[in-house]
């Protein structure tokens, strides 16, 4: 079993630490690499139900940057959002103009 490193970072809860966990992400630098956005799509395909974007997506964002989520600049959660719709929809065609 993989050791994780997650909690340590903010935003970071056990919750979120597991779901993370079970796709793949065990520390900051596979978070980093792999992004918020992928990481959310990807904890999104494995849920039952939706994930509340902001305490998923923006905390993804915030735990690397250190900032709690809901201090994250509207201009960063605009940039989160649309790349959560490119990737959304990357595999079947692109986005309206």
């Given at each position: 079993?993989v050791?994780?490193?997650?909690?340590?970072?903010?935003?970071i809860?056990?919750t979120i630490?597991?779901?993370l966990?079970?796709?793949g992400?065990?520390?900051?630098?596979?978070?980093?690499?792999?992004g918020?956005a992928?990481a959310?799509?990807?904890?999104?395909?494995?849920?039952?139900g939706?994930?509340?974007?902001?305490?998923?997506?923006?905390?993804?964002?915030?735990?690397?940057t250190?900032?709690h989520?809901?201090?994250?600049?509207?201009a960063a959660?605009?940039l989160?959002?649309?790349?959560?719709?490119?990737a959304?929809?990357?595999?079947?065609?692109?986005?309206?103009?």
């Open positions: 079993m050791k994780s490193d997650l909690a340590a970072l903010r935003n809860g056990p630490e597991r779901r966990n079970a796709i992400i065990h520390s900051r630098a596979d978070l980093l690499r792999i918020p992928q959310y799509l990807n904890m999104q395909a494995r849920a039952s939706a994930l509340p974007v902001c305490f998923y997506l923006y905390s993804l964002e915030g735990a690397l250190g900032r989520w809901d201090d994250l600049p509207a959660k605009a989160l959002l649309k790349a959560v719709a490119r959304s929809i990357g595999a079947c065609g692109n986005l309206p103009d």
